[in-house]
């Protein structure tokens, strides 16, 4: 599966709990833009490679060990299937969620927020949303199920920490416009984020069904 299909799952990543999504609109309007946004996306970023790391390595395991049972091939299928799985959850997860995606109480803390709270916040909310695990497993499935290297992650990281960098780019570029661009884009993400991800999870999981039915005609 090229890398090309596994990235608009970074879309997804960020909207799908939309926590992560909202902390960085708060950030980029809140005093000291800058330095507690940078530190924000650094612990997304930490946050979003280790795990997907570790998912990768995983499901290594499992492609190599079945390699040995079900040959290649079927190691293939066996992965796509449990990524079809992953993927079919994470629609009913993200669908479930999305009257529920509204600001936390403890967003009120952005406002003026140390980096290292910063930091530890990307690094809490990349980590500890169950639904993210899933897109996570999803991408390093695909990419260690198919036999690409690990460092075909690091395209998928970095478009989602730059899609949560929008906030503070339009800061830097609109200036006093962001005023009004940014409440409006928060609105906008409350209300039909889980739409936009829908979309995404469901054309990720149709390049897999692709692929494996492809796969029954390969050697």
């Known amino acids: ?16 709990a939309g926590s992560k999504l909202v902390s960085a609109v708060v950030l980029a309007s809140g005093r000291h833009p800058r330095r507690s946004s940078a530190a924000f996306l650094g612990g997304v970023a930490v946050g979003v ?22 040959g290649a091939g079927g ?21 479930r969620r999305r009257r529920r995606d509204r600001p936390p109480g403890w967003l009120r803390r952005l406002q003026d927020p140390r980096p290292a709270y910063a930091f530890g916040l990307g690094l809490v909310l990349a980590v500890a949303v ?12 695909s990419m260690a199920g198919h036999g690409r290297p690990w460092w075909h992650l690091l395209p998928f990281v970095a478009l989602t920490v730059l ?10 570029l609109s200036g006093e416009r962001a005023e009004r661009l940014l409440p409006a884009f928060r609105s906008w ?14 054309i990720f999981a149709a390049f897999v069904v692709a692929d494996l039915a492809g796969s029954f005609s390969r050697p």
């Open 163 to 172: 899609l949560l960098a929008l906030p503070l780019l339009t800061l830097l």
């Open 130 to 141: 169950p639904s993210d695990e899933l897109v996570m497993a999803s991408v390093a499935g």
């Open 75 to 95: 190691s293939r299928r066996l992965i796509d299937w449990i990524v079809l799985g992953l993927l079919a959850v994470l629609m009913v997860v993200t669908f």
């Open 189 to 202: 993400t409350d209300r039909h984020s889980w739409l936009v991800s829908e979309t995404v999870i469901l």
């Open 49 to 70: 490679l280790g795990p997907l790391t570790l998912w990768y390595a995983a499901f290594r395991v499992v492609r190599h060990t079945a390699v040995h049972g079900i």
């Open 1 to 16: 599966m090229p890398l090309l299909t596994a990235l608009p799952l970074a879309l997804a990543l960020d909207m799908v």
